[in-house]
């Protein structure tokens, strides 16, 4: 079993900043890539920044300048420093991960983390 823990969210002001974390465990032969996506109250869930394997990074065009995602030293664990918050940028922020396993049969399969709250208001 695999299971993504994700953690770091909570309540700032308009400019500041937050930083999640999401570390992935449990039965994993490779890491294909990790994701962060949020889903505010009554909109769509969006992609809001991914990472892969080889490094490569893609954000989405509101948070562009603004988050940076990164991986730590273990590649299971990936990072969203998220700074000049403003108040659209309130959501649930949850972990994605495209992970290879082998038991119980060799696949790929895609992961979900429980989702950490990010909440922007002065």
């Known amino acids: 079993q695999v299971q993504l823990v994700e953690s770091g969210g909570g309540l700032v002001q308009p400019g500041g900043s937050l930083k999640l974390s999401c570390v992935a465990s449990?039965?994993?032969?490779?890491?294909?890539?990790m994701c962060w996506y949020r889903q505010a109250p009554g909109k769509q869930r969006e992609l809001v920044a991914g990472?892969?394997?080889?490094?490569?990074?893609n954000y989405l065009d509101s948070v562009k300048g603004r988050f940076t995602i990164s991986r730590g030293n273990a590649k299971n664990t990936i990072y969203l420093q998220m700074n000049s918050l403003k108040p659209e940028d309130t959501a649930v922020y949850s972990c994605?991960?495209?992970?290879?396993?082998?038991?119980?049969?060799?696949?790929?399969?895609?992961?979900w983390g429980q989702g950490t709250q990010v909440t922007v208001s002065s």
């Open positions: 994605n991960a495209d992970i290879f396993i082998v038991t119980p049969a060799p696949k790929r399969v895609d992961y």
């Open positions: 990472i892969t394997t080889g490094g490569s990074t």
């Open positions: 449990g039965s994993i032969f490779s890491i294909n890539s």
